[in-house]
């Protein structure tokens, strides 16, 4: 009797926490997602608590290239990365801020860094800035866009080990999130640090040669892209308005302009990463955002 191999069943490959059928996956491939995360660190420096634990336990001073590398890594991995690489490298930072500790520069208390309050203030300043920057850039994002991406960064918030039940999940949810935190964020000496190092970064070496022209088109384009109240609570000069989103579109269309493919890193090495384990087909793009 002549006996048939069985054919072999192929697992489908893994799409990872967002997945690319996501608002998430179209959008944090954009170049406007650089300046997005620079304003999304001037925006975090505003709450007292969660900037002094970032300047009191961080190595940015000494490594500022290797800190804003760091936190691309992390946002590159729990967006293309599979479901196994997004939880372990969450683990890792959830075990690091877990040891972690700071002190109250108006009280003198202790706190942990990973207490629900200041872990949901840095989730929603950044990924709020994602959205924001993203969208003024000229991204066609509609409002059930942002919707449904303040929804599916409920799971980014429970990898960092909020309860997503607790993070706002929609426009209006973020906006009265912001409404009720405002009167908590202020200017102070900690925030002034971050500014002046978000406009001048230390570098040395060759890279001191560009601070000038990074200082004028990203470091400071960044922080006239923040909302009017927080440029207020710094009370420090942007751009105007117009120019800001000019300049804004003009740097994302010279990056979404360059010819790229899906595999050739372009993209970042996430990206390429992923398309390589899920094909040409989920390369992100505004053509494959969810229709409404």
Do not use: K
Not at 83 to 101: C, F, G, W
Not at 251 to 259: A, F, H, S, T
């Amino acid at each position: 009797m002549t006996q048939h191999a069985t054919p072999e069943v192929l697992e489908p490959a893994d799409p990872g926490i967002a997945g690319p059928d996501s608002v998430t996956w179209q959008i944090h491939a954009d170049p406007a997602m650089w300046l997005a995360g620079i304003r999304g660190l001037y925006l975090q420096a505003l709450h007292p608590r969660a900037v002094a634990g970032v300047l009191q336990n961080s190595d940015f001073r000494t490594n500022p290239i290797g800190r804003l590398l760091r936190t691309a890594d992390y946002v590159g991995v729990t967006t293309y990365g599979s479901t196994e690489e997004a939880e372990a490298i969450a683990a890792r930072v959830r075990r690091v801020h877990a040891a972690l500790r700071g002190t109250d520069p108006d009280t003198g208390e202790e706190f942990r860094v990973d207490e629900p309050e200041l872990l949901r203030w840095i989730h929603c300043a950044e990924v709020a800035s994602f959205l924001s920057v993203v969208h003024r850039s000229g991204y066609p994002l509609r409002r059930g866009h942002a919707d449904r991406y303040f929804a599916e960064q409920r799971e980014a918030a429970r990898l960092v080990g909020l309860d997503p039940a607790t993070v706002p999940g929609s426009v209006d949810e973020m906006t009265r999130y912001f409404s009720a935190v405002r009167p908590r964020l202020r200017r102070s000496e900690d925030a002034d640090v971050i500014y002046e190092f978000l406009h001048r970064p230390p570098v040395t070496g060759l890279l001191r040669l560009g601070v000038g022209v990074y200082e004028a088109s990203a470091g400071h384009l960044a922080y006239s892209l923040l909302p009017s109240w927080a440029i207020g609570l710094y009370g420090r000069r942007a751009y105007p308005r117009p120019i800001t989103t000019a300049a804004l579109r003009a740097v994302c269309r010279v990056g979404r302009g360059l010819p790229r493919s899906p595999l050739d890193g372009r993209n970042g090495p996430h990206v390429s990463a992923a398309v390589r384990r899920l094909g040409r087909e989920v390369s992100p793009s505004p053509r494959r955002l969810p229709p409404l």
